[in-house]
């Protein structure tokens, strides 16, 4: 029974654990409203304009347990959508992310999205202006399941099926695809036909789609070039993705020879899945109909391909005695990226670190460990742009004592006043220091270049206010103070 078990690791698994509820694949009438708009929107396919390149938002849903744990990664939601558009650049449609992503920590839509409670809890989360994509452990579906709830419209995929072709499957349903053996989905021919001369009527609604495409318009997927396809990948007789080699006739007494490496099929493990032409435009004319007008955003993303991560500015690499109560980290903004993975760990292999998800490229933190030594590292996270991401090389920092008598933070803690500033003011800033001494102020920009530097600012005991001549145009940038001690940096604003 191997390909038994392993066609249960494709797509959306076949289980009666699941076969009451409103989820694709658990029965093959789930697939009729989809069906019933491919068939509508088959009259539409002399308007459609084909060069057209559409980009279609997708709401990320990641689910952790109560604790917090066992999400999928931010790196795996990148590699899921450039796979997704891979997949999909035939039909000309392409996926960027609705950001900011979505957190839920709950245990049970985490393991059993299709219970009472795992169903009652989604409403709460769906948007109405992009495709809803939820991903957790899925633990009690069947193995690496996923599936598209056809009333509530939105997707599931496990963290197991993530990066593979689990999510273009079910983005083929959500754009009213079928299976290519639909009528067979669920019939339980595996132990009860050698498959040499199948029944003639797979399920009591439709007859089997024949060879010779005489019926192929009102049978299975109703797509024409997707051959029959009486569900052998179930077969024990089919191993993965091998052509089928059952020699099974359809009912004129023609070999069928099913197309393995489709999207909509069940074939396991296939080096190349594919949508056909037909697929293609029917998912493209789903995407035109009114049903999806909600998804015509118009909106182009951003298409600058991310090549190099970013640059890291501050605190500068093994900076030390950090000021535990906030400590700002800032790295270079790439072109087109709003939002930035940070990761902070206490050891450089980032076993388990700090993540926080940062629209912008500047975050202050402040719950991190005295006297504690962290690295850091910045992933890019663009709307579309996805592939080969890096994460730029890590820093370190170290923490300074908590007390509050941090001896750089005690010299060199200031204010700037006014903040904002107004363009053409200069800077101004007030300190207090605890003795005579000379320090190094940098001016950076929100991209971390430096644009003016004083190198022997010299500071008298007590308190004391500074003026620094500089022009600045309206902004974000970052001041900052340093001795042989360390540093200290303060954002400041400039306005118009
Ligand atoms: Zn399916």
């Known amino acids: 029974m191997k390909a038994l078990s392993i066609f249960l690791l494709l797509f959306c698994g076949f289980t009666p654990l699941i076969a ?5 694949c658990t029965s093959s009438s789930d697939q009729e409203q989809g069906l019933e708009r491919l068939k509508r929107n088959r009259q539409n396919i002399l308007a459609r304009n084909r060069d057209e390149l559409v980009y279609i938002p997708i709401k990320f849903h990641l689910i952790a347990n109560d604790a917090g744990q066992g999400r999928l ?22 996926f960027y992310i609705d950001f900011p992503f979505n957190l839920i920590d709950n245990s049970i839509l985490y393991d059993d999205p299709v219970s009472d409670t795992g169903q009652s809890l989604i409403p709460d989360h769906l948007v109405d202006d992009a ?42 349903h959500f754009f009213s695809l079928a299976h290519t053996f639909r009528g067979w989905d669920f019939e339980d021919i595996i132990t009860t036909t050698n498959y040499q001369v199948p029944p003639d009527v797979p399920s009591e609604f439709q007859p089997a789609e024949l060879m010779d495409q005489s019926n192929c318009l009102e049978t299975a997927d109703l797509l024409c070039d997707t051959p029959p396809d009486y569900y052998f990948a179930a077969s024990p007789l089919q191993d993965d993705c091998e052509e ?18 489709n999207l909509m099929s069940f074939f396991s493990n296939c080096t190349e899945y594919v949508f056909t032409e037909d697929q293609n435009t029917a998912m493209r004319l789903d995407y035109d109909s009114p049903e999806r007008a909600y998804l015509q955003t118009g909106y182009t993303p951003a298409e600058q391909i991310v090549a190099m991560p970013p640059n890291l500015l501050l605190p500068v690499n093994e900076a030390t005695n950090l000021p535990p109560e ?28 700090i993540s926080y998800v940062v629209n912008g490229t500047s975050i202050v933190v402040t719950d991190l460990a005295a006297e504690q030594e962290y690295h850091w590292r910045v992933l890019p996270l663009p709307e579309y742009q996805t592939c080969d991401l890096d994460y730029s090389p890590s820093q370190e920092f170290t923490m300074g004592l908590a007390t509050g008598i941090n001896p750089i933070e005690a010299a060199l803690a200031f204010t700037v006043q006014p903040n904002p500033l107004l363009t053409g003011q200069g800077l101004q800033f007030r300190l207090i220091a605890p003795s005579a001494q000379v320090l190094t102020a940098r001016l950076y920009s929100s991209t971390g270049e430096v644009l003016a530097i004083w190198k022997d600012l010299r500071l008298l005991p007590g308190p004391q206010i500074i003026e620094w001549p500089v022009a600045l145009n309206s902004g974000m940038y970052f001041l900052q103070l340093a001795n042989q001690d360390g540093h200290y940096t303060q954002k400041l604003v400039v306005q118009d």
């Open 131 to 172: 495709i809803n994509v939820f991903i957790g452990r899925g633990l009690l579906l069947p193995p690496y399941g996923s599936f598209y709830a056809v009333e509530a419209d939105y997707i599931f995929v496990s963290n197991d099926a993530s990066d593979g072709e689990a999510p273009a499957h079910e983005m083929g």
């Open 326 to 353: 906030s400590v700002t980290l800032s790295w270079e903004a790439l072109p087109g990226v709003d939002y930035y993975l940070l990761e902070i760990d206490e050891f450089s292999i980032f076993l388990d670190p």
């Open 20 to 24: 009451q509820t409103h989820f694709c």
């Open 244 to 261: 089928w080699s059952g020699n099974t006739f359809d009912p004129n007494g023609d070999v069928v020879d099913p197309m393995e490496n």
């Open 73 to 94: 990664t931010y790196e795996e939601v990148m590699v899921l959508l450039c796979q997704l558009n891979a997949y999909f650049e035939p039909a000309e449609m392409q």
